[in-house]
């Protein structure tokens, strides 16, 4: 059973979902999420590309992790809702179920966002297949030197900036199809 949910999230099943999108991912509107219950130690991150290009990214910082967590997933469903217009495909770090609370909060968290849009082209990624894809795209620097991305991560983890890079991992995936 777990290599089949794997597999399901994987980097073939979304290079697959990407192969029947890519022209609208590289000429269309993207949003790709990371997403967060909004926490002390996470906020949702987003980055929006348009036409391939990153144009906009940052977190969602304007709701207090003091709330309960249903006014805390009411308050992030009606921010994306509010302070975004509706993109041609939606991406979002998929949140595998695990035994932790942590886990089920963050499923709630992705549940909201995902219902604060109505395109029907949503991308699911699991963080070791973007992660595993970017690894060796990152640019450091001039010329065409790369590092790992968890070399990168050690220094510059931000939830934005996770949110580029899986935004950035199907742009790259659309670009080679």
Known sequence: MKRKKRTQYGIQAVKQQ????????????????????VTSASLPGYAWYESGELTESGVVDTISYSLPLTRRLQLLGKHFREEFDEPDILVIEHIGVGGKANMESLIRATGAIISSFETENVISIVPLAWQAFIEKRIPLGEGNDFIKYKEYKMNHKSDQLDAEFIGLAIIELAKEI
């Open 18 to 37: 990407v192969a029947g999108l890519h022209d609208i991912i590289l000429s269309g509107s993207v949003l790709a999420i990371d997403p967060s219950c």
